[in-house]
């Protein structure tokens, strides 16, 4: 049975149309994907069950991050403006799998992993984005949360997003 941890959860000054056509739409996501200081140079997504994305993230020049990083996964259920499931794992620019430990991961990262994103009309023009992990344990959630940093990125990326859609 999996754990469910929540990473982070952000409200928006934005209505949910706004903030789902950034998290959906490839020339919107290319402007907030990545913590500060990363880019997006590439974001392919067919958004559609059982359809694939692949996004590219590259560091700060000069960086230990200054590389192309690919993640990639299918979309397992999609429910517009409320809910996007989806799987999530390393991988090369044509979605072929890749150890996380090539991308500079701890040893244990899980190789691939699932997350539901979604989207909650708050009123008042605002909308909660919640981000929930699906890992099969506690030390999986350590490895892929606690000791990658991964909810300092996903915090650090929506805070472009809120600037994106805000």
């Not at 000054?13 to 959906?24: F, I, L, S």
């Not at 030390?139 to 600037?163: H, M, P, R, T, Y």
Request: aromatic residues 10%.
């Amino acid at each position: 049975m999996a754990i469910d941890k929540v990473l982070v959860e952000r409200v928006f000054d934005a209505p949910r149309e706004k903030v789902w056509a950034a998290w959906t739409e490839p020339e919107q996501i290319k402007q907030w994907w990545g913590p500060e200081g990363f880019s997006a140079p590439s974001i392919k997504l067919d958004l559609k069950v059982g359809g694939k994305y692949i996004y590219a993230m590259q560091g700060p020049p000069g960086s230990e991050w200054d590389k192309v990083m690919y993640s990639g996964g299918e979309f397992k259920e999609i429910v517009p403006m409320e809910k996007i499931v989806s799987s999530d794992y390393f991988c090369d620019e044509h979605g072929n799998k890749m150890p996380p430990a090539d991308y500079g991961q701890p040893e244990g990262f899980p190789d691939e992993s699932d997350y539901t994103v979604t989207f909650e009309d708050t009123g008042e023009g605002k909308t909660k984005v919640t981000i929930v992990s699906h890992l099969p344990d506690d030390e999986a959630i350590a490895k892929a949360i606690q000791d990658s940093g991964a909810a300092e990125g996903w915090a650090s990326s929506l805070n472009k997003l809120a600037g994106l859609v805000e």
